[in-house]
């Protein structure tokens, strides 16, 4: 609509790479070469499965105060629903999502990620992809702690990855607040099918002042991981390629089923009282809005960088790939009921129609609860501390453009215009407020994340995008949109949506270091829409 020329092209090939025009690609799938036997023609039952919880990891070892992790990445099968043979996946531990990692404030903790995945992707790679060339090792992975306040050299920078038989060390100083954090792999140029494949886990930072709270604890705070996709009849993965076979990559994946867990439409046994729930979407491109059905609303305690000032009442939950939204479900009233999670987002969001997942999950309530206490939602969560516009010492305005390579018929979505290996334009001085403006310019929200820092959202203003494209010139029509209710909090990953300037502010504080900024569709990722940043002292 913005951008006549690439954004037609592009929503054709989206149109081809959708579930409407499967024929037309080549679809490569692990058992299935090139067929199109996708999960559309299987008939599957939901809500068989019980959802699984992934076990919380044990230290490998605790010497002079610090603890020790080890996580051994590797391929396996695993069974993503009763009725489908078990499915070729990666993982940690022999299990995808991997396990989770259980962190407390200000004790620091050393992890061992240890690569010992096959030499050969499952997926097609594209070579011409940064990073990605074929005297590259096919297979090479850089974990990164998405939302943990870290140095450079523990942050898992894209091109600091590891082979396989090799491993790479972190440290985490856990010098933050209580929050949902998690890892995956970050390696240039492959970040997409290593994510499709399995390689992420919850990292739960826990905290005196949160627990203080007597929010739910225990059995009754799960963390649940979204991630769409696309499987063939014999339960393997499929992850399409584009018509160019020399270079397959694809603008974004959007798949046909949720896995909650790892699992598709799982149920959750629960009882009648408030649980916590941890939602992260960790898909590869789709945002979810969620609801449930009967509608029930959800009171949201937290964002990506902790619990919220209040809790917030919701309707619905908008989660964009690497947000996560900590909600608290009453199933008081709903004894002997079930309850189903559902999403609605249109994908591409906000404006698309490939067809999507719908079922999520299901509560099935039952009569008693086990538990004497009764948890009580504080009101006031966390000490609200917004930054001041007038702090910052420097703005930066952003664009999110289509562009058309030259001589090919390749887009991608560039942040600036600059590509990923073009010299750093971003180095924010250490203990210095920015703010950062993000004009996005293309026909979709893209989720912004910053590493490093936590920042908070100013406010969204819709402006002439055709104007802007034309002529350079920002029009703003319309009055700044206030942040939405569970936006208040402190945000590592922002949706900015298309015909808007999103504007957030930033306190840098850390160790200085070069960083990364990028989208949170890992296809975008991929290709260029993540660039370096650089923590001057
Ligand atoms: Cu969740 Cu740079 O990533
Ligand atoms: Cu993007």
Redesign the pocket.
């Known amino acids: 609509m913005f951008d006549r020329l690439s954004g037609w092209s592009r929503r054709q090939l989206l149109q081809t790479a959708g579930l409407a025009g499967f024929a037309a690609l080549n679809l490569r799938s692990q058992s299935d070469e090139g067929g199109a036997n996708n999960l559309s023609g299987v008939w599957l039952e939901p809500f068989v499965d019980p959802l699984p919880v992934p076990k919380v990891l044990r230290p490998r070892s605790v010497s002079g105060g610090r603890v020790h992790y080890a996580l051994t990445m590797s391929e396996f099968r695993q069974k993503v629903h009763r009725d489908l043979p078990a499915s070729i996946l990666w993982g940690f531990e022999g299990a995808t999502p991997g396990p989770t990692i259980a962190a407390q404030r200000d004790r620091p903790i050393e992890v061992h990620w240890i690569n010992k995945l096959p030499d050969r992707h499952r997926l097609t790679i594209d070579h011409t992809l940064g990073g990605a060339a074929k005297d590259e090792p096919e297979v090479r992975t850089s974990i ?1 702690l ?1 939302g943990g306040h870290v140095a450079a050299n523990s942050d898992g920078y894209p091109d600091d990855w590891v082979a396989p038989g090799d491993r790479q060390l972190t440290y985490y100083p856990n010098g933050q607040p209580a929050a949902t954090l998690w890892y ?1 792999d ?1 390696a240039m140029g492959i970040t997409r099918l290593n994510a499709m494949m399995g390689l992420a886990g919850f990292y739960l930072l826990y905290d005196p002042a949160e627990k203080a709270l007597g929010l739910p604890a225990g059995a009754y705070d799960i963390p649940l991981l979204l991630q769409d996709r696309l499987f063939d009849a014999r339960g393997q993965l499929i992850y399409p390629t584009g018509p160019d076979l020399a270079a397959p990559w694809i603008p974004e994946f959007f798949g046909t089923h949720a896995l909650v867990n790892g699992k598709i439409w799982p149920y959750l046994q629960v009882e009648p009282r408030p649980y916590r729930f941890r939602l992260l979407n960790g898909s590869n491109s789709r945002i979810f809005r969620l609801t449930t059905l009967p509608q029930q609303a959800f009171i949201q305690i937290a964002s990506d960088g902790g619990l919220l000032p209040e809790v917030v009442q919701r309707e619905d939950i908008l989660l964009a790939p ?1 947000e996560r939204v900590d909600v608290v479900l009453d199933f008081t009233a709903y004894k002997g009921h079930r309850l189903n999670l559902i999403n609605d987002a249109p994908a591409p969001y906000p404006s698309g129609n490939i067809p999507g997942p719908r079922l999520i999950l299901q509560f099935r309530v039952g009569h008693r609860t086990a538990a004497t206490q009764q948890t009580v939602v504080a009101s006031g969560l966390a000490s609200a501390v917004k930054p001041h516009e007038k702090e910052a010492t420097k703005t930066r305005r952003h664009t999110l453009r289509e562009v058309m390579a030259i001589g090919s018929k390749r887009h991608s979505v560039l942040l600036n215009g600059q590509r990923f290996d073009d010299p750093v334009t971003e180095d924010p001085k250490n203990n210095s407020i920015e703010i950062w403006e993000f004009v996005n310019l293309t026909m979709d929200s893209h989720p912004i ?1 910053l ?1 490093a820092v936590h920042f908070q959202l100013l406010d969204r203003t819709p402006f002439d995008a055709r104007e802007y494209l034309n002529a350079e010139k920002l029009v703003l029509t319309g009055k700044p949109l206030p942040p939405a209710p569970g936006e208040t909090g402190w945000k590592d990953t922002i949706i900015c949506p298309p015909g808007q300037l999103t504007r957030i502010i930033i306190p840098f504080r850390g160790e200085p270091g070069r960083f ?1 900024w ?1 989208c ?1 569709m890992l296809e975008h990722e991929d290709n260029e829409m993540m660039r370096p940043y650089i923590l001057r002292p």
């Open positions: 990164h998405h995956h970050h690497g994340h590493h990364v990028h949170h």
